[in-house]
């Protein structure tokens, strides 16, 4: 499902208007017809009474407003609009359709200024639900001053309020508020979902979300083609295919996870046991000699492989020549989770990722080894997928994590562009940007997640998919999604917290199997991938 800019919307608009030759008042009842249809689905059982507000600016928000007024009116409800301007400051579309409402007797009333706001605020207080028709996509800086307090007002009133095409004062390119915004129960968008219905903050503040079809032709929407997308269930079902019925595991790939130090041989374990559960066909686990015998135990799917350590018991760099040769006959390498961060290890990952002759996977202490000279990622000649957390991308991009998480989109998508990599921002929709600058954002998941070890799982399962032959981009964009949908099964099954990563890796088998028998062309005897 796309995901657009304000740009790219008003894109295809413009392009649906001049080039298709759907007016441009077309397009605004429809939208308005289609807000009214999702209104009475997912708002009138909530409301205490059929008086209904609308609250309207002048602009074409406003005019999708008064589309509904005119419908609900017509349904039998009390409808006021409450226009933050003057009648004649309203324009094009939007003035046609507000001259529409005249004819019906719907109460019009005009509040250009604070005064005469403060002289209807009591009227206000007595409405039973509010739509918010007054600010659309196209905001680009804070709301500030009348229209600021108006929004505050609707909130504190705390009646059902809903929201057409987007709450105002939310940033569709972000989804953070600027400065205020509304507070929505339920939102009607129009042709396509903008990225500030999806990410945190927005999510929260659009409520239940559809997606009105307004009559823009599909062609003219790929025409413009939107660089940002949702996953969905039928997109990464393309990657998950039946394998062959005399399938062995030198089919199925074999994967080198280097991982582990003192105290953290956990990581480690989860990391390569998650690449089994996932279905990879091998998995070797590197890690430093004196934590082999403790290894060995915790995982018995996998081979260990002893490398040199420091003094300290981390990796060593006099190890390089052994992982490269082990790297020969591999589809992936995955590196970092548990690994720390001493000087001789921050050098043995840096030679690493320059000179692997396969995929590499890097997450936890191997992204921290390279986040003071990143430029490492430029001297590779295989695909590289990053997974951080807005902590360590923080340190990749010497940016704040507040500015990393205000704009999640704009700083990984940058950064894949910039270095050529693979980037999984993890986090509340975690977003897959891809070197092209394609985005794509997650929508399984949940805060029971927030637990320790998740991210090896994930790093894992990234890797285990990589070596059956799935292509990195579409590698980490199915691992993130059966992840999250793993921890969701959770989340209904368990309860919303108090599972652990363990336990979504062993939750994993059961989604694959879910996910390949809701797609009955590849289903079959052997519901698992195919190289």
Request: glycine share 10%.
């Amino acid at each position: 499902m796309y995901l657009v800019t304000a740009e790219e919307m008003r894109e295809m608009d413009r392009r649906t208007i001049e080039s298709f030759g759907i007016p441009g008042q077309v397009l605004m009842e429809n939208a308005g017809r289609g807000a009214t249809r999702f209104f009475l689905e997912s708002m009138v059982s909530t409301g205490g009474n059929k008086r209904i507000a609308v609250a309207a600016g002048r602009g074409n928000n406003g005019g999708d407003g008064f589309v509904m007024a005119r419908y609900l009116t017509q349904l039998g409800f009390r409808v006021t609009v409450y226009l933050l301007a003057k009648a004649n400051a309203v324009k094009g579309d939007a003035a046609a359709n507000l001259n529409l409402l005249k004819p019906l007797g719907i109460p019009v009333v005009e509040m250009p200024n604070p005064d005469a706001f403060e002289a209807r605020k009591m009227d206000m207080r007595h409405q039973g639900m509010w739509i918010d028709a007054i600010l659309g996509t196209g905001l680009t800086s804070d709301v500030r001053e009348y229209y600021r307090d108006v929004i505050e007002f609707i909130n504190e009133l705390e009646k059902p309020v809903f929201a057409v095409d987007i709450p105002s004062g939310l940033s569709s390119e972000t989804g953070r508020p600027c400065g205020t915004s509304i507070k929505a129960d339920a939102t009607a968008t129009f042709a396509c979902a903008k990225i500030g219905h999806i990410l945190y903050p927005g999510a929260a503040l659009t409520g239940k979300l559809t997606v009105v079809d307004i009559g823009i032709p599909p062609d003219i929407a790929e025409s413009v083609a939107p660089r940002q997308d949702v996953l969905t269930l039928n997109r990464i079902q393309r990657s998950f295919r039946a394998r062959v019925p005399d399938a062995h595991k030198g089919h199925t790939g074999h994967l080198l996870v280097v991982a582990g130090s003192p105290g953290k041989t956990g990581a480690a374990a989860m990391t390569a046991m998650s690449a089994v559960r996932c279905g990879a066909g091998l998995v070797t686990l590197a890690i430093p000699e004196s934590l082999n015998p403790i290894l060995e135990s915790q995982v018995l799917e996998v081979m260990t492989l002893p490398v040199p350590e420091t003094s300290e018991g981390a990796l060593s760099k006099s190890g390089l020549d052994i992982l490269l040769k082990q790297i020969a006959d591999k589809k992936c390498l995955a590196l970092g989770p548990g690994i720390g961060t001493s000087d001789q290890t921050r050098d043995l990952v840096q030679k690493l990722i320059r000179k692997s002759t396969v995929p590499v996977v890097v997450d936890a202490d191997g992204l921290n080894c390279i986040a003071k000279d990143p430029g490492v990622l430029k001297k590779t000649s295989v695909p590289v997928v990053l997974t951080p957390h807005p902590g360590e991308m923080s340190r990749l991009t010497g940016e704040s994590t507040r500015d990393i998480q205000g704009d999640r989109i704009g700083r990984a998508r940058q950064f894949a562009e910039t270095f050529k990599v693979h980037v999984v921002l993890k986090g509340a929709r975690t977003v897959i940007a891809d070197p092209d600058g394609r985005v794509s954002v997650n929508p399984t998941g949940n805060p029971g997640m927030a637990s320790g070890g998740m991210g090896d799982v994930l790093t894992g399962v990234i890797a285990g998919l990589v070596c059956q032959g799935v292509s990195p981009a579409e590698a980490a964009r199915c691992g993130v999604y059966l992840h999250g949908l793993a921890a969701d099964r959770l989340s209904e099954d368990i309860g919303p917290v108090g599972y652990s990563a363990g336990d979504v890796m062993n939750a994993v088998p059961a989604e694959i199997r879910n996910i390949m028998a809701s797609f009955p062309e590849t289903a079959a005897a052997w519901p698992l991938f195919a190289v």
